[in-house]
């Protein structure tokens, strides 16, 4: 993680899980960001307590509120944190949120595939939209040449689930609703790539692994979010220009489409 110096963060889904870590691993860094931007839906709920604590020891940690699939909401956070920017740009944006429902193929309905596609791909679209100005400030203000995660850039989580090449684990969990939702964002991750990497913006899919969180409970057989985080950090401090518009996992690996 020692590559990884961007000055401001935001990372959506911050009060629990792998986006709680992502926090908590940034501000224990030895350069850690001027600003830490945690969202989610509720910051002072008892589902944000961690998130809380956290903040009481670091002032560089801003909770903001954010509803990801709320217009109103996302305006509303991009206001705050443009507020604390004080004029400088936003160097990271990192699209963490995102629900599954768990169905099998036969009881996948309109509401649960409408709902999750809503969250995991309307959701990061509408946030990128918004910072997008931010983004392009942070690009525009750096003396960094190319791209990278220092300079600017999007990073969609996504999920090896949502590989059409490889249906990973189908037969412990068909969760169509995700299955589709992670496709459509990776779609989503390549489309930002070739509209965003001229302005210096950086733009990918990562897929964390199957970690141990209240979401991605299928099985085990799971890794700690403690080393899925500490991947995913090392592996965006060296993303480049060859990096732009890919799928990869916490690893560095190119996982297919």
């Known amino acids: 993680m020692a590559g990884l110096s961007a000055r401001s963060v935001l990372v959506t889904g911050s009060n ?28 002072e709920g008892a589902s944000a307590q961690e998130l809380k604590n956290l903040a009481s020891k670091h002032q560089s940690l801003v909770r903001v509120s954010l509803e ?13 944190v443009t ?4 004029g400088a740009g936003l160097n990271l944006l990192i699209n963490n949120a995102g629900i ?37 400030k942070a690009a525009q203000g750096s003396t960094q040449k190319g791209l990278s995660c220092n300079r600017a850039a999007i990073v969609n989580m996504s ?22 939702s992670k496709a459509a964002l990776n779609m989503l991750s390549r489309c ?11 733009c990918l899919a990562l897929h964390p692994g199957w970690v141990q969180t ?10 700690r979010a403690e080393d899925s985080v500490r991947g995913i950090l090392n592996v965006l401090a060296v993303l480049s220009e ?16």
């Open 192 to 202: 930002q790539s070739l509209s965003y990497g001229a302005d210096g913006i950086l």
């Open 68 to 80: 990801v699939t709320n217009p109103a909401s996302v305006k509303a956070a991009m206001a705050r």
């Open 159 to 180: 999920s090896s689930g949502g590989s059409i090449t490889d249906v990973f684990a189908w037969d412990l969990g068909h969760v169509v609703s995700y299955r589709c």
């Open 83 to 86: 507020e604390h920017l004080k």
């Open 16 to 43: 629990r899980g792998i986006g709680l870590e992502l926090v908590r691993q940034l501000l224990g860094h030895p350069n850690p960001p001027q600003w830490i931007f945690a969202t989610c839906r509720d910051p």
């Open 100 to 136: 599954v429902r768990v169905t099998t193929l036969d009881s996948e309905t309109p509401e649960d595939m409408s709902f999750v596609y809503t969250t995991n791909v309307i959701g990061p679209m509408l946030v990128s939209q918004a910072f997008l100005p931010l983004l392009k």
């Open 242 to 257: 060859k990096d732009n518009g890919t799928f990869l996992d916490w690893e560095g690996k190119t996982l297919p489409w």
């Open 214 to 223: 209240d979401m991605g409970n299928f099985n085990e057989d799971l890794s």
